[in-house]
C-alpha cells in the first residue's frame, strides 16, 4: 500500500472462521488473477495452497530457479478483500442484518480484532474488547483464571487438523489453597488432508497463562528447544525492545522440570513449553500448579474463573471446580461444578457461591 502512497490508520483482522461467514453471505467468489474460486467450505484451505505455493516460488527464485508465482505469497489475500468488500456493500437488507448478527459474534468469539494508532481510538476500541488484550486481574482474586495459547512454529499448516482438549480440574482447601491439575491433549489428523503441509509433525509452542501468584509443582510430556538466532543482535546494533526485555528478565527454570519456564506478561505468570505431535498420533501435556486465595472459605463466598480464548481457536473445554470438604457449591447444589463446551466465547466467567453442607 505504500508504493500508492496509501497511509494506514488502523488494522481490522478477521479469522478464518468470520471470512468464512463472510463467504456464506456474499456466496463463492471467484478471482481472476489467482484462478481460484473461493467459498466458506474451502477458503482455509485454497488460501493456504496459495501462500504455500508462493512461498515455494519465492524460494525457487533465491536459488537461482525460474518458477511462476507472486513475489507476494499471501497476493491472495489482497486480491480478494476488495472483492468481498464490494460484495458486502451490495447486500440486500436481510443479508445485512444477518451479516450485524455475525459481526456480535465474531466480537464475543473473538474472531475480530481492532487496532488504531490513534491512541483515543484504541482507548475505545479496548473498552469494548476489540483490541484482544487480556483481561486485568484484581490483586486479591478470589477465583481463577486460565488462557491457553497455541503457536505452530515450523509445523506446516497442521493447525487446521489439530484437535484440542483442555481438562481443568481445580479444587479449593479449606484453608483457602487452590490446587490445579492441568491436562492439554491435542491429536494430529492431518492424514485427512491432501497437501503435505498438513502431514507434517505440528510444532507447538505451549504458553499457560495463570494468576501471578501461581507455583508449578508437576509438568510432564512437554520438550525443550533451544532457538539459536540468525543474526548477532549486538554486533548489528539491533535495538532492544522494551517490553521483551522485561518478559525476558522475568524468566524462570525449573530443575526438575527443565522442558518448562515461566515468566510474567500481562500481569500473568505464564508456564510455557514445547510439543511435537506427529501425524495420526496424540501429545499430552500436563501441569500443576496452585496458590492461595485472599481469604479461607465461608459460607456466602463468592468463587470466580475467568477463562479467555485465543483467538480464531476451536478447543475443547473441560472445567470441574471442586468445593472445600463440607462445602457445596449453590449454583448447581453439588460439591463439585462442571462446565463443558466445544465453542468457549472469547471471555468466559463462572460465577459461584459457597454453601454450607
Known amino acids: 500500500y505504500s508504493a500508492d502512497g496509501i497511509i494506514l490508520d488502523g488494522a481490522i483482522g478477521l479469522s478464518a472462521n468470520a471470512l468464512s461467514d463472510v463467504l ?13 474460486t473461493l467459498d466458506r467450505d474451502n477458503f482455509l484451505t485454497e488460501i493456504q495452497k496459495q501462500v504455500q505455493e508462493g512461498l515455494a516460488a519465492r524460494l525457487a527464485e533465491a536459488s537461482g530457479v525460474a518458477r511462476e508465482g507472486s513475489d507476494y505469497p499471501k497476493e491472495v489475500l489482497r486480491e480478494l478483500a476488495p472483492v468481498l468488500v464490494e460484495r458486502l456493500q451490495k447486500l440486500d437488507s436481510e443479508s445485512q442484518n444477518q451479516l450485524t448478527g455475525l459481526l456480535l459474534g465474531w466480537v464475543r468469539n473473538r474472531n475480530l480484532r481492532v487496532y488504531m494508532q490513534d491512541a483515543t481510538l484504541q482507548k475505545f476500541v479496548e473498552r469494548y474488547g476489540l483490541a484482544g488484550q487480556v483481561s486485568d486481574l484484581p490483586s486479591a482474586l478470589s477465583g481463577d483464571y486460565l488462557a491457553v495459547t497455541d503457536a505452530n512454529v515450523g509445523g506446516g499448516k497442521t493447525d487446521l487438523y489439530m484437535k484440542e482438549k483442555i481438562l481443568l ?8 489453597k487452590l490446587n490445579n491439575h492441568l491436562v492439554i491433549s491435542r491429536e494430529h489428523k492431518g492424514k485427512d488432508g491432501k497437501y ?29 528447544k533451544t532457538i539459536y538466532p540468525k543474526v548477532n543482535y549486538v554486533r548489528e546494533k539491533y535495538l532492544v525492545d522494551a517490553d521483551l526485555k522485561t518478559i525476558e528478565d522475568s524468566r524462570e527454570s525449573y530443575p526438575e522440570f527443565p522442558f518448562i519456564e515461566s515468566f510474567v506478561e500481562a ?56 468445593a472445600p470438604v463440607g462445602y457445596k457449591w449453590k449454583e448447581n447444589g453439588l460439591p463439585v461444578y462442571e462446565y463443558k463446551t466445544t465453542d468457549l466465547p472469547g471471555q468466559l466467567i463462572l460465577s ?6
Open 24 to 36: 456464506g453471505l456474499t456466496g463463492p467468489v471467484t478471482l481472476a488473477q489467482s484462478k481460484i
Open 196 to 224: 503435505w503441509w498438513y502431514q507434517v509433525a505440528n510444532q507447538n509452542y505451549l504458553r499457560v497463562f495463570v494468576p501471578p501468584e501461581a507455583k508449578l509443582t508437576y509438568a510432564s510430556g512437554g520438550a525443550a
Open 267 to 322: 500481569g500473568k505468570n505464564v508456564f510455557a513449553t514445547w510439543s511435537k505431535t506427529d501425524i495420526g498420533k496424540k501429545s499430552e501435556i500436563v501441569m500443576d500448579y496452585s496458590r492461595r486465595l485472599p481469604e479461607e472459605p465461608y459460607a456466602g463466598m463468592k468463587y470466580e474463573l475467568i477463562v479467555e480464548k485465543q483467538s480464531g481457536s476451536k478447543s475443547e473445554y473441560q472445567l470441574e471446580i471442586g
Open 169 to 176: 480440574q481445580s479444587s479449593l482447601d479449606l484453608d483457602g
Open 352 to 357: 459461584l457461591t459457597l454453601e454450607k453442607i
